[in-house]
């Protein structure tokens, strides 16, 4: 094992910064996180790449915003100015549950502590800092940021709030994966430092670097891009739902574009400006992103304290960015972008062999994926063609023509990391999209290749169980979920089967559910419990639908619109609607069966309880009688 000195990680403290005989800091970060310095966390990569640049960058995680604030002042004031990230997760998806209850864990948190970052860290941060240093840029950034950037409903406060930008006070925001944005910043403020000038955001050349967001008087921008779209102002969505829904449909496609456009939106006297994305990063650029010296282990500071999320990933590595599925209620795709950004087969595997250093390595690597396991190099076979797509989804409702869906550099990264001497096996955690297996391409070699990764990852990358995301059963409910119809589910269960037959292996397949997603009603869940008895699966993989800041489901759910063809939608919202839902999942729980006996009869559904009990068996349990439906475990995801 490498040994490491305490300044092979970014400094944290005064005492840090000493040892390395800085008298000033170039950038200095806080996040809602512990610093972990690996690729997988943010902080650390933003660090990481600006150190590159040659700056001098400093981290504080989860800075005590309770006291005197002295964790805002250890540092001082950065030369060039303080970012911000309220972590890897949002922080009250991080802090709560589906039913808003405070979590008992933080992943991110030393020892899982619960209590180590606000709520709204991103709001908390910029605040102290603009009253300790109100004339040093405070620039947000990471998955809370990112996805507040524009009005959105924010399902714990239940209402439409305003860009983050707005409650914050931060002078810009970064969205999306932010290496290239953060660079130009830097570059940008660097030579207006040089030249004597003063940042502002609104003024050139800040105003035009792409991937940004900012505010600027209303009165006073003169937009003179014709493309720029003018989504309805925050006082208009707060007043009609429909026009939230509306604006949503614009969010999401300029982020998923290309060539993108800016958008705009008026709040009050202000506007919002969002400058369209960089294009997706070469191989090259994400490469180097990638191969920064991390040392991918916790700072010192938390020695023999246990960082839950660390432990999920230190065995893992991810081989791509980006997911072109466009789920309506995931936020990974919606902040990565749909267009798939590779690594090399040199970064992956040199990021294997340091894997391979750590200590209590055994041989096996967690996981081998990305967003999604199976999109590793895919992309359109004619770029020209993409550049002018706006689809969310290249493989929703059908898979796009133009989409290349070769497994076989896949298949390649995986054959060359299981000749390393010293693995074992490399599993697959990541979750894998069926319907790219089970589509039947005009290329029979392309055919030929998934079959042969279908067979290969069941044979060997599974650790006796394969999480497959089905999501639903009805199609209706799947279609606004944006997810493929349930024979494609069904049918990759009977090769999932015939390939265990074959290998002589007993794996289980283990499908992940949502319930009162919208579009979902009390009829599709009692289908759903009957779909899943009939496959005999007692789930395990269950949640109740998260409206989590800026998906379209989320703005669905709440605004009762479906944003791209504002057509009115259902989805269950109080506690009593959501139960109803959620009792379908625990069909073969003796004590669920007289609410589902009681809802399929108030539903007219008789012929779904001779399903799902037998013919004449609507009764519910009584005391003492047996259990003849097995005692099923039910886990909450
Ligand atoms: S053209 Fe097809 S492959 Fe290219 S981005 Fe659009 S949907 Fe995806």
Known sequence: MKQYQLTDWLPTTKKETDLRGWDELDVI?????????????????????????????????????????????????????????????????NKYTANKRLRSEDAYTPDGRPDMRPEYPSVVYTQILKKLYPDVPVVLGGIEASMRRLSHYDYWQDKVMRSILCDSGADALIYGMGEKPIVELAQTLQKLK??????????????????????????????????????????????????QAANFRHIEEESNKYEASRITQQVGKQLVVVN?????????????????????????????KRIPAYDMIKF??????????????????????????????????????EVMQLPDFKGYLSDLGGPSANMYMMHGKDEAVCRKC??????HPKVCPNLNTDHRPLLDIYHAVDALPGIKKSFIGSGV?????????????????????????????????LKVAPEHTADRVLSVMR????????????????????????????????SSHPGCTEEDMAELAVKTKELDFHLEQIQDFTPTPMTVATEAWYTGYHPYTLEPIFSAKTQREKLAQRQFFFWYKPEERR???????RLGRRDLIDKLYGKGNDKPYGKGSDKPYGKGKAKRR
Request: charge should be positive.
């Open 29 to 93: 970060l806080f996040s809602g996180d512990a610093y972990v310095d690996h690729p997988s966390f943010g902080a650390a990569v933003i660090g990481r790449i600006l150190e590159a640049q040659g700056l001098r960058v400093a981290i504080v995680p989860q800075p005590n915003w309770r006291d005197d604030c002295r964790d805002f002042k250890k540092l001082g004031r950065p030369r060039l100015f303080f970012g911000i990230s309220a972590g890897c997760m949002d922080s009250m998806v």
């Open 194 to 243: 040089a030249d004597g000038q003063t940042a502002n955001f609104s003024l050139s050349p800040l105003n035009t670097l792409p991937q940004i967001a900012f505010l600027t008087k209303a009165d006073q921008w003169k937009e003179e891009d014709s493309t720029t779209i003018q989504l309805f102002s925050h006082e208009e969505c707060l007043s009609d739902k429909k026009k």
């Open 276 to 304: 369209p994305p960089y294009p997706p990063m070469s191989q090259t650029e994400l490469d180097h992103s990638f191969d920064l010296p991390y040392t991918r282990l916790p700072h010192p500071k938390y020695k023999n």
């Open 316 to 353: 893992s590595v991810n081989v791509h960015r980006g997911c072109f599925g466009g789920c309506a209620f995931c936020t990974i795709s919606a902040h990565q972008g749909k267009f798939i950004v590779s690594r090399s087969r040199d970064s992956i595997l040199k990021e294997v062999k």
């Open 390 to 395: 706006k689809r969310p989804s290249c493989i």
């Open 433 to 465: 999209r069926y319907d790219l297996l089970l589509h039947e391409s005009k290329e029979p070699a392309i055919n030929r290749t998934a079959q042969e990764y279908t067979r290969e990852l069941i044979a060997k990358h599974v650790s006796g169980r």
């Open 483 to 514: 997810k493929p119809s349930f024979q494609q589910f069904e049918a990759f269960k009977r090769l999932f089967d015939r390939i265990n037959r074959e290998e002589n292996l007993r794996q289980q397949l283990i499908p992940y559910f949502i």
């Open 595 to 601: 609410g589902i006996t009681d809802a399929l009869q």
